[in-house]
């Protein structure tokens, strides 16, 4: 049998895992999942012929190495910086690699040695980086093939909770690592293009800098600025266009709320709060707010906001019990970052019964026989429950039909690479609307941006 060696095995491997096995007989493949933490994927695997599972640390490199050597294909989806390991050993035993994540500047810099070797290190292969690659590129070859000239691309996703299991005031719940969730943004300055203009958001502002989209049948949502919307210029063959802008979308709201807990200082990660263990979420908050022998701690959280008291924001924040004197995180050596997200995990953790829904929206202006036009084109999916989640869908199944196609020599060119040829993007992107994962596309008036107002 073929052997596919997954390492790591959180929780978007549930349809990575599923699809795998679902063709192992078919593919005549075996798979072995490894990681420091096996129970979710035994949950997952339920005994099935075609799969081992190995208690493993990335940091084993015997185990590592062994497991490598004997496995005919990787694919890895530890967090992005373990990925380098697997990396380097995959290239000296001449081994696929499959990653969801960025191509780190380390990975890049194997591009030579692994194309002279002839192997495969596909990487941002997921959602987003992934799905948003392979979709824009898709248009953008289109648009390219009958003349066009690309003048305008904007591409924005979001992980989001299905409207059926909308249920709290913020219209959020986690969908993905909660911690991502709470850093976003930070670690630079957003930066990106509007009508041959640089722009720039510094993480104080990103927030109340948002963009308005509405999707058919969804409503509308915002979305807030990527920290580099610049950085696959060149890689999309973008170079010359006059807007090129990505970003993160939420329901409208949510954004403006969720500022507030930023300009407190509530989602910084830089430093440890003294007794964190002790704190309770009324004496968490107040840690940000000024002494007053008189007010509450609600008085002066309403006042340093400016919430006035008829202000619809204030029932988010009382809606997570912030100011409960009797809650605490427990939590040791902890900066502001890893409270807040432990509070907001008990309000915003899908229910064992709850769908989420990835949405996806590109606008692709371009220039044609003298003509401005444009395209807008998204996608919406929902997940099943709390384990087979849209996010898992859309993360997992693109790595699992890419590793296949690579494992049958459907897709051949060598080199550390992201999906955006079409010997990749082609038949992943045909086979994902068997799963209900498919773009709507519609042609709208060409706007773009006034230039008076810039």
């Known amino acids: 049998m073929r052997h596919i060696l997954i390492i790591g095995s959180g929780k978007s491997t549930s349809y990575l895992i599923w699809y795998l096995l679902d063709k192992s007989e078919a593919e005549n493949i075996h798979l072995t999942i490894a990681d420091i933490t096996i129970d979710y994927a035994k949950k997952r695997t339920k005994n099935h012929a ?14 590592r190495k062994k497991l490598i050597k004997n496995a005919d294909i990787i694919i890895s989806m530890l967090p992005a910086r373990f990925h380098i390991k697997v990396a380097k ?17 380390e990975l890049q810099a194997l591009n030579d040695a692994v194309t002279e070797k002839g192997l495969i290190f596909m990487n941002e292969i997921g959602v987003d980086p992934g799905m948003d690659h392979m979709s824009a590129m898709q248009v953008i070859n289109r648009i390219r093939s009958k003349g ?3 003048i305008l691309f904007e591409s924005f996703t979001g992980g989001l909770v299905a409207p059926e299991h909308d249920t709290n005031l913020w219209n959020y719940k986690f969908t993905w690592n909660p911690r991502n969730v709470v850093v976003s943004g930070q670690g630079g300055t957003a930066k990106f293009l509007q009508e041959n203009t640089y722009k720039y958001i510094p993480y104080h502002r990103l927030f109340r800098r948002t963009e308005f989209l509405e999707i058919d049948g969804y409503g509308q949502f915002e979305a807030y600025a990527n920290r580099d919307s610049l ?21 409208v709201g949510f954004s403006r709320a969720w500022n507030m807990f930023v300009q407190l200082g509530m989602t910084d990660d830089s430093y440890i709060m003294e007794d964190s263990e002790h704190l309770s979420y009324r004496d968490f908050v107040n840690a940000f707010l000024p ?8 008085i002066k959280f309403r006042h340093q906001l400016k919430i006035d008291q008829d202000d619809v924001v204030w029932n988010k924040f009382l809606e997570l019990d912030l100011f409960n004197p009797h809650k605490k995180a427990n939590l040791k050596q902890a900066t502001p970052a890893q409270i807040l997200q432990h509070i907001l995990t008990q309000s915003w953790t899908l229910n064992k019964a709850d769908k989420d829904m990835i949405v996806m929206y590109h606008k692709f202006g371009y220039e044609l026989n003298g003509k401005n036009h444009q395209i807008d084109a998204t996608m919406v999916t929902k997940g099943e429950d709390q384990v087979y989640t849209a996010m898992a869908k859309t993360v997992g199944l693109p790595v699992a039909i890419a590793t296949l196609a690579i494992l049958n020599k459907q897709i051949t060119t060598p080199g550390v ?8 993007y082609t038949p992943i992107l045909k086979e994902l609307e068997n799963f209900d994962i498919k773009f709507t596309e519609k042609e709208v008036p060409y706007l773009g941006y006034n230039p008076l107002t810039l």
């Open 50 to 63: 075609n799969v081992s599972t190995i208690k493993f640390d990335i940091f084993d490199d015997i185990t």
């Open 89 to 105: 050993d995959c290239l000296k035993f001449g081994k696929n690699l499959i990653t969801a994540s960025y191509i780190s500047d």
């Open 148 to 150: 066009g000239k690309l």
């Open 231 to 251: 950085k696959y210029q060149s890689v999309y063959g973008l170079d010359n266009i006059k807007t090129l802008y990505r970003g993160t979308m939420r329901r």
């Open 291 to 298: 002494y007053s022998p008189s007010d509450s701690v609600e």
């Open 417 to 424: 690479q992201r999906p955006i040829t079409k010997e990749v």
